[in-house]
């Protein structure tokens, strides 16, 4: 979905508005109460509402990207956009170099393909050891999940304690549909990764992101050579 798809109903346009009201809230509350607090910015489409939220309230929380060195041009392209649009320069963490080489001289520069030992392997080293500095110093982690988005977040809550990263985590957008997503998105003008338009729902690594068909689950695109209950990179298991 992208906002040139969407219809907005009175209905869908006074469930945004309330779950934005109450999202700002929360980020202001997580501000005030969790500092210091940061937000980790995927670039979809749920990380660009919240974006727009902390930028426009002004709060004091820190916004970081993970660069895996294998992001596609579109999503380089937005955290372009996201500078020109908001005056933000996103704080960025890279992986460690050491990990990566040693992954791919030992297994192969794709071998994320032959198992899901391996795929995690390396999320781990370009997503979660970088994750981890990022959220070092930190009492609250802030995350742009849905329960709706995949079988694995079925059950997610708004607030959580993370036991890996010793933080409490936030889920402002835990509640929200992918209607209000691409709602707030549209109503606000928010820059979002040209992919979306390409049906590409949820966006990561460029070998490992493809494009939905209609009817797939909007997670389908994301490691789609595994089974769904497998479908996540490290960031969000609990310990």
Not at 63 to 80: N, V
Request: aromatic letters at 10%; a neutral charge.
């Amino acid at each position: 979905m992208t906002p040139a798809l969407l219809n907005i109903t009175p209905e869908l346009a006074a469930s945004t508005a309330a779950k934005a009201d109450a999202a700002r809230a929360l980020l202001a509350d997580i501000a005030g109460a969790w500092s210091p607090a940061a937000f980790a910015n995927s670039l979809g489409a749920e990380d660009m509402v919240l974006t727009d939220l902390i930028v426009k309230a002004k709060l004091p929380i820190e916004i970081f990207s993970l660069d895996t060195g294998r992001l596609p041009a579109e999503t380089y392209e937005l955290m372009a956009a996201v500078d020109r649009h908001y005056g933000l320069k996103l704080k960025l963490y890279f992986p460690q170099a050491e990990e990566v080489e040693s992954y791919v001289r030992q297994h192969g520069i794709n071998a994320f393909y032959d198992s899901v030992t391996l795929r995690k392997a390396c999320c781990y080293a370009r997503k979660v050891e970088p994750l981890r500095r990022a959220l070092a110093g930190k009492r609250a982690w802030i995350t742009g999940m849905r329960a709706e988005q995949a079988a694995t977040r079925g059950q997610l809550a708004t607030q959580e304690y993370d036991e890996g990263n010793g933080l409490e985590k936030f889920n402002p957008l835990a509640a929200w549909s992918e209607k209000e997503v691409w709602t707030y998105i549209k109503q606000n003008a928010v820059p979002y990764n040209a992919l979306h338009d390409k049906f590409y729902p949820s966006i990561g690594c460029a070998p490992c992101t493809r494009a939905v068909s209609l009817g797939e689950d909007i997670r389908a695109g994301r490691w789609w050579w595994e089974a769904p209950e497998s479908k996540e990179c490290g960031l969000h298991v609990k310990a």
